[in-house]
């Protein structure tokens, strides 16, 4: 596979479920972010990896957890969430943070229940 | 603050040039962007243009960028029904090291 996968594509959680999100970089690429698209406001910024150390919170809930274990691979770990946080969460990668040309994924589709 | 501002929805007719317009408000922006995002699909880079230029021509995309007045705008020429999409504009400030996107343009192509 080539560029930025997601998975799941798609998915429905209730409020008490543990859920992880997961991404990988095809590319060679050092810096990974998470970003959560909402409908009618911008891209929100989430988390920023470069070489595996996180370098940027977005003041982002605790009920979401990342985690980078290599410079191909970021995961979204979802639990307790609400409702209102139903949204595309989109995963990009770039070759380093100061590198301004981000790839991004498909994108998982999250329903909270 | 990095506000980047788009108009929710434009609709053009087959075959007319699209306009889609973005304000942003901070001028130590490097690159400016257009991302395209198909239903369903993540985002895929389309053009972007370095702060110093003022115009970038890319086969039927130009962009435009005014940055006085902080306006940049990308033309679609010769729209097709294949053009409907979320566009995206997106800057990327180098001393936040971070791209801050608009809310996105819905563009409606019609047969």
């Known amino acids: 596979e080539t560029g930025v996968t997601q998975t799941p594509r798609h998915l429905v959680m209730g409020m008490t479920n543990k859920k992880s999100l997961k991404c990988e970089q095809h590319l060679g690429h050092n810096a990974m972010y998470w970003y959560k698209q909402s409908a009618k406001k911008p891209l929100e910024l989430m988390f920023v990896y470069n070489f595996k150390e996180q370098t940027e919170n977005n003041s982002v809930p605790s009920r979401f957890s990342p985690e980078c274990p290599n410079s191909s691979h970021l995961f979204l770990h979802l639990h307790t969430l609400q409702p209102e946080d139903s949204a595309l969460y989109l995963c990009a990668s770039s070759q380093g943070t100061s590198d301004n040309e981000q790839f991004f994924g498909p994108g998982t589709r999250l329903t909270v229940l | 603050g990095e506000d980047v501002e788009q108009s929710l929805f434009l609709s053009v007719r087959e075959g007319d040039s699209s306009v889609i317009n973005c304000t942003y408000t901070d001028s130590s922006s490097t690159y400016l962007y257009w991302y395209k995002q198909e239903p369903g699909a993540g985002l895929q880079l389309l053009t972007y243009?370095?702060?110093?230029?003022d115009m970038k021509q890319d086969q039927r995309l130009t962009v435009l960028l005014n940055k006085k007045d902080k306006h940049l705008s990308l033309r679609i020429a010769d729209t097709q029904t294949g053009d409907s999409a979320i566009y995206f504009c997106?800057?990327?400030?180098?001393?936040?090291?971070?791209?801050?996107f608009g809310t996105g343009t819905r563009l409606t192509v019609i047969p």
């Open positions: 243009i370095f702060s110093n230029m």
């Open positions: 997106a800057e990327f400030i180098g001393g936040a090291n971070n791209l801050f």
